[in-house]
């Protein structure tokens, strides 16, 4: 079916050459493209160019989708490939209805492109995806873990469109938190405990802090994927203490990340942006830009000339940065380092930050794109478990781990659901939904369809002694039942939904893809027997199944998400 639209759509670039030559000519021809219909019983593809050239042309839109419908029909790959006549609904709609021979192709291509059906040939597009970018204050909760699940199904998608994605952590290794960390761990090291009178007020109350204080006071070495550092067991070493409380937290996000299947490619540290000279070289080259001002001591920007709602400071009366500056000394240097496409996946509470950073890098005047960089924004997520609200982790003191939804479920339970939703859109995580095994379950309903498909495929062995190798040469024109159509159709829609999701930044369209596949497959399975005494029906319908399992596969790859042979 890959080749059959790639035939249409260029058919249609040649009808609307032949109905707009004019628009042609100006370079004002729509592009051509397909959509899915609203509804499946109005065909498979439809076409909208005639209402969008109806305006421009001054011309009745349903007189130029009579036109185009004839112009189209006249195309080889159309007859080839379309049931004729072409029909016109409403307006100016045209629907196409495919033949069984264009859907039954898609087996074919799945079977020669493997675990890569779907994927664009590499390319030179460097994209940057900053995602979950945790503090080391503490232990991921789970507004941690949406970011992750996010970024890395992201960073999975822009693979599958051929491009070169780099994955970084960016954290802040300095400042009033860390400070906070510090402080938090000395108070421990001393006896004191959360609700004594000399516990200071805004320490970290979790037990983890504890297990800081013990550690350090072991004298031990603790090793993170960017840092190791060795406790000198002194009490009042307060600048150890803070080194080693980082190190610590970072291992034990590294390990949190890893029990999530998440990885980075690099690690960047706010702190190294000062010791560069890199926040102080961008303030500079708004400086020259003439975009600052001095007033009340302190120094602004003129974030007002790109679109911001008021102008904001850069520098206090003290003198320290305010937390946007770096920021735009960071992008200054991602900018520097080539990623041409940047996105930052960040909790809805950084939407105030967009303008002003985005304002900063058009005034430095490096060539930075309107814009730039990108952003997912997400918004909270609520646990629910025995029916009701958990708001505290013993371990955190305050908040839900990462690591408490996975022991309380499972990785694959997690990542399905925190990226099941649009990012924007506030989230429930069910605990006991995600322990259900039925088909309330969204990742239980995608993983049994998976399985069920090779349960078949190892009776089709053992009871129909069925050859799996032989799978390659099935006649697909056989497979020609009303679930079978509909089941290859939705197979079909993966390539599109990749680049579409891609460009969306809209991982959870894969969720949404996959539920739909399984329930194309689960209603197929409902309706027609596999093991049947034609045998190369029986060969032909296996092959389709083996077709959707690695569609499957693929789609769960995606979103680091197991796809089990047995449930």
């Known amino acids: 079916m890959i080749q059959a639209k790639r035939d249409l759509l260029s058919a249609l670039g040649d009808a609307l050459r032949q109905v707009a030559p004019e628009a042609a000519a100006a370079g004002t021809l729509p592009a051509p493209v397909f959509e899915a219909p609203k509804q499946a019983a109005h065909g498979d593809l439809a076409v909208t160019a005639a209402m969008q050239l109806a305006k421009p042309l001054k011309k009745n839109p349903r007189e130029l989708a009579t036109a185009l419908v004839a112009a189209l029909e006249a195309q080889p790959a159309v007859q080839q490939w379309v049931t004729l006549p072409i029909e016109i609904a409403g307006p100016g709609f045209i629907n196409l209805r495919l033949k069984p021979a264009a859907k039954q ?51 999975n ?36 405990q959360p609700g004594d009178a000399d516990w200071p007020e805004s320490a970290y109350n979790g037990d983890y802090i504890a297990d800081i204080a013990a550690d350090f006071l072991a004298k031990k070495t603790v090793k993170a994927d960017d840092r190791a550092f060795t406790a000198s067991g002194d009490v009042n070493d307060l600048d150890g203490i803070r080194q080693f ?6 291992h034990e996000q590294d390990l949190d990340l890893k029990a999530f299947g998440v990885r980075f490619d690099n690690y960047y540290l706010e702190s190294s942006l000062y010791t560069s000279g890199r926040v102080e070289s961008a303030v ?45 000394a960071y992008h200054i240097a991602k900018w520097e380092r080539g990623f041409g496409q940047c996105v930052n996946i960040q909790g809805s509470d950084h939407h105030g930050t967009i303008a002003r950073v985005r304002a900063g890098l058009q005034a430095a005047g490096v060539g930075i794109p309107q814009g730039w960089p990108d952003y997912v924004l997400h918004k909270m997520v609520t646990v629910m478990k025995d029916g009701e609200e958990v708001k505290i982790s013993k371990r955190a003191g305050s908040y839900v781990t990462l690591r408490d939804l996975i022991e309380w479920t499972s990785k694959d339970a997690v990542r399905f659901f925190l990226i099941s939703r649009k990012a924007d ?6 605990v006991d939904l995600a322990l259900k095994q039925n088909d309330e379950n969204p990742v239980f309903y995608v993983q049994y369809a998976h399985a069920r498909i090779h349960s078949v495929r190892a009776q089709y062995v053992e009871k129909a002694g069925g ?11 056989l497979l020609a039942a009303p679930t079978e159509l509909a089941l290859m159709s939705k197979l ?5 939904m990749l680049t579409s999701a891609a460009l969306g930044l809209a991982p959870h369209d894969v969720a949404f893809y996959l539920r739909d596949l399984a329930s194309a497959f689960h209603s197929y399975y409902a309706a027609e027997r596999f093991l049947v005494d034609d045998v190369e029906l029986g060969r032909a319908r296996v092959a389709l199944l083996t077709a959707t ?11 680091g998400v197991s796809a089990p042979e047995k449930m």
């Open 105 to 155: 192709s898609v087996v074919a291509d799945v079977f020669q492109a493997g675990d890569q059906f779907g994927w664009q040939p590499a390319n030179a597009h460097k994209v940057l995806v900053e995602f979950v970018s945790a503090n080391p204050t503490g232990p991921l909760h789970v507004g941690h873990g949406r970011q992750g699940a996010l970024g890395d199904a992201l960073c």
């Open 492 to 496: 079909a829609e993966f390539p599109d």
């Open 284 to 328: 500079q080259k708004l400086k020259d830009a003439g975009k600052t001002f001095e007033e009340g001591g302190a120094l602004w920007l003129r974030s007002t000339d790109y679109g911001d709602d008021k102008d904001r400071v850069m520098r206090k009366s003290d003198g320290g940065y305010t937390y946007f500056v770096p920021d735009v």
């Open 245 to 250: 409380a980082v190190a610590y937290l970072r």
């Open 157 to 192: 998608l822009f693979e599958t469109q051929g491009q070169q994605v780099t994955r970084e952590f960016y954290y802040n290794d300095a400042g009033v938190q860390i400070a906070t960390l510090a402080a938090s761990t000395q108070a421990r090291l001393k006896g004191l």
């Open 467 to 477: 050859d799996l190798g032989a799978l390659a040469q099935a006649k697909l024109d």
């Open 549 to 559: 399992a690695q569609v499957l596969r693929s789609g769960l790859a995606l979103l």
């Open 425 to 430: 859109t506030e989230f429930t995580f069910d």
